[in-house]
């Protein structure tokens, strides 16, 4: 079974590199032939906006700092240039050693579109792949390029707001029937409460309680209506997420803030 993986990576950021080779590695390890998809989110200088939509629409002054963001990075390389060759080769290099990338780069959502993938499951996440005030297009992670009806599922994928606007929540309600929605059982995670996705809010007077009861159970990492790695028909059971391995019920040392 192949599996094509879309979330956010290429942005210069140590979490969001981390997160997309730990899925790709756990996938891997789980007998499948999973790959990332190499699409230059819009936050990388390189991306191209061409004919780009937003999904859902955001203030001006949200659109600014949008607009503003790129330019401010590509000026800040222009005085640490050094400094940035360098960190862009460790992360290039970390990628070659530990993750697997398609070899093509996809720069655009139009690419997207006109790639012709052939995966048999598209799986989407995690990080906070529809947190539409980033100001830039969802459709790569609702994956809207997608026309062969492919198998499609959602892992661990966020939005980082406590709080979604009514066109925001009419977007994804119009598309949950298009995606396998699983809650995954971690304290830290961001959740909308859109249709069964559960609002998770680090503010909220009661997270801390929550955060710790959770941490005082084992956390199941829940993939969705996958097959079977020997080429079997997709299954729903729980065959695949017994597969995975349970954290420890040890609480965690750490203080919610």
Same mark, same amino acid.
């Given at each position: 079974? /192949? %599996?094509?993986?879309?979330?956010? #990576? ?7 590199? #981390? ?8 996938? &891997? ?5 999973? @790959?990332? *998809?190499? +699409? ?9 906006? /061409? ?27 222009? $005085?640490?240039?050094?400094?940035? /060759? ?7 290099? $970390? =990628?070659?050693?530990?993750? =697997? ?11 997207? +579109?006109?790639?012709?993938?052939? +995966?048999? *499951?598209?799986? %989407? ?10 100001? +830039? ?21 966020? %939005? ?20 396998? #929605? ?7 995670? &961001? =959740?909308?409460?859109? &249709?069964? %996705? @559960? ?46 391995? /349970? ?11």
């Amino acid at each position: 079974m /192949k %599996i094509g993986i879309f979330t956010i #990576l290429n942005v210069n950021n140590y979490g969001a590199e #981390l997160q997309c080779c730990a899925l790709y590695r756990k996938l &891997h390890k789980m007998g499948y032939d999973a @790959e990332v *998809v190499n +699409y230059l989110f819009g936050i990388n200088p390189g991306h191209e906006f /061409k004919g780009e939509r937003r999904t859902v629409p955001i203030s001006l002054r949200q659109d600014i700092k949008v607009r503003l963001l790129p330019v401010v990075q590509n000026l800040f390389c222009l $005085f640490h240039h050094k400094n940035k /060759k360098l960190r862009d080769s460790r992360f290039d290099e $970390f =990628h070659s050693k530990y993750n =697997h990338l398609t070899p093509t780069l996809y720069p655009s959502v139009k690419s997207l +579109y006109e790639a012709g993938f052939d +995966y048999d *499951v598209i799986c %989407i996440g995690s990080d906070q792949v529809w947190n539409y005030m980033k100001g +830039y297009s969802l459709e790569p992670f609702l994956a809207c390029f997608d026309k062969k009806q492919t198998r499609k599922i959602s892992y661990a994928s966020s %939005i980082g707001l406590s709080e979604i606007s009514r066109e925001a929540e009419a977007v994804f309600k119009n598309r949950e029937d298009r995606l396998i #929605l699983q809650k995954t059982d971690v304290g830290l995670a &961001h =959740h909308v409460q859109v &249709h069964g %996705i @559960e609002a998770d809010h680090r503010q909220n007077a009661g997270e801390q309680r929550g955060n710790a009861e959770l941490r005082r159970q084992p956390a199941v990492m829940a993939v969705a209506a996958t097959a079977a790695p020997n080429g079997n028909e997709p299954s729903t059971d729980r065959s695949a997420m017994s597969r995975i391995r /349970k954290v420890r019920k040890t609480p965690s040392a750490r203080t919610d803030h």
